[in-house]
């Protein structure tokens, strides 16, 4: 059984599905819409909803190919990836809303008839015999109900409260900055990929969003909302522009208050196990990283596809007691690495973005600038975008 119809989640009810394994997705939400995701996925993730044949449904919706990463001090280049030139036949990621990914999957999944999900269905507590997981209780409307499971996948995302109900030791630390995101339709002309461009203390992040937006965000110090209640908009206005002129006409158009704004509180968070007997946790559950290079989802469904295999394994070894913690013991190490990577690149960007004072500064320009004329440059980047399948350079 899984808990949470998140891009962890419902990839994994339909891998699981798909050999003919029983499986129940509980989602504690009616539908797919949420107030936040992720909606840049990394090549690695498309490569394998390619391999899954998902891609072909969202290639009917249409999404925004991301295939550049390019990094500015004001309008001198300091650091760019070009997705062309990666050494894997899947050459970009997309950005799409994430419920589009989520309906693709699932609906792939029903065709399976082991496949069962239950939206509206809020996980509120686990069966334990023994110390050990045994199964959940969750409310659906008025009625609490349980169920029996050999095997519990906690994919309840950040926020997973049977990671407490557990046990699982949770490290979570709070961001010093806060997140400011808008959203502006795209100048005409606007060729950019991804794009960070910093100057002296001040950045902006700006991702192309599909159908046709710029998705614009900026660390501001921590304590948002007394920040923003301090300035004005034209402030904020002027302070983005600053460093990206190209900005103002439709900030000045779209966004006439803090309003118009989202302000994100930003946290991480690691568990130290991620299994215990009779459950594993995957996806944001086990790892909460920053938001800063768009990893959240390609890590999320890479923990469900390099999972599968022990889940079989268990299954049939275990016949119908839980499954040990112990069982799991390689897959958490194998996921451990590539998270604590990709949490350690992430680290030398949110420094990159922090830096404050002139030397911090020049450091930041010097450094990147190294960075781009580095021979591994590729190598690094591919590990960091395609994760487990770096190395699977097939075209499907
Ligand atoms: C500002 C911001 C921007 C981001 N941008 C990107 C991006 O562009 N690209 C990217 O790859 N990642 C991005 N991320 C991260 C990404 O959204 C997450 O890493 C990813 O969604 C994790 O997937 P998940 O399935 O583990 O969890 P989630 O997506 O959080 O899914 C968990 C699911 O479980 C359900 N659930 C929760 N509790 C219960 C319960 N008790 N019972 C039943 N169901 C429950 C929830 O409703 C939800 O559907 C961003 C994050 C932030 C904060």
């Not at 190209?246 to 568990?271: G, N």
């Not at 290079?293 to 016949?319: C, F, R």
């Amino acid at each position: 059984m899984i808990v949470g119809g998140g891009p962890a989640g419902m990839l994994m009810g339909l891998l699981l599905a798909r050999e003919n394994i029983d499986v129940l997705v509980l989602e504690k939400n009616k539908s797919l819409e949420r107030d936040f995701r992720g909606e840049t996925i990394a090549p690695g993730s498309v490569y394998l909803l390619k391999k899954l044949g998902i891609f072909r449904e969202l290639e009917k919706h249409g999404f925004v190919k991301v295939n550049k990463i390019k990094m500015y001090d004001r309008d001198e280049k300091l650091f760019s990836v070009d997705f062309d030139r990666f050494d894997h036949p899947q050459k970009f990621g997309i950005d799409i809303p994430q419920p589009v990914v989520l309906e693709a999957i699932k609906q792939q999944a029903l065709k399976h008839p082991n496949f069962h999900y239950i939206d509206g269905a809020l996980c509120m507590d686990l069966l334990k015999e023994n110390d050990q997981v045994v199964g959940v209780r969750y409310k659906q409307e008025q009625d609490v109900k349980e169920i029996q499971s050999q095997l519990v996948i906690g994919a309840e995302g950040r926020f997973s409260r049977i990671r407490s109900l557990a046990g699982f030791r949770v490290k979570k630390e709070n961001f010093s900055r806060d997140l400011i995101w808008f959203k502006v339709p795209k100048p005409a002309n606007w060729e950019e990929g991804n794009l960070i461009k910093v100057h002296k203390h001040d950045h902006v992040i700006i991702l192309p969003t599909y159908p046709n937006y710029l998705r614009v965000g900026t660390y501001i110090p921590l304590g948002g909302s007394a920040y923003i209640k301090s300035k004005s908009i034209d402030w904020f206005i002027d302070k983005v522009c600053r460093i990206e002129p190209r900005l103002r006409e439709p900030m000045k158009e779209h966004i006439t208050s803090w309003e118009d704004t989202t302000l994100l509180k930003i946290f991480t968070a690691h568990v130290d196990e991620w299994a215990k007997d009779g459950i594993i946790l995957i996806g944001d559950s086990a790892h909460t990283l920053s938001p800063i290079l768009g990893q959240g989802v390609n890590l999320a469904m890479q923990d469900a596809y390099e999972l599968l295999p022990y889940v079989k394994d268990g299954l049939s070894t275990y016949k119908n007691r839980p499954i040990p913690a112990s069982h799991f013991d390689e897959f958490v190490s194998k996921r451990k690495q590539q998270v604590s990577f990709v949490s350690g690149f992430q680290a030398q960007q949110e420094q990159n973005l922090a830096a404050s004072s002139l030397i911090q500064c020049a450091i930041r320009k010097l450094k990147m600038r190294v960075l781009d004329r580095l021979p591994f440059k590729y190598a690094v980047m591919e590990k960091l975008q395609y994760g487990i399948f770096a190395n699977e350079k097939v075209e499907v």
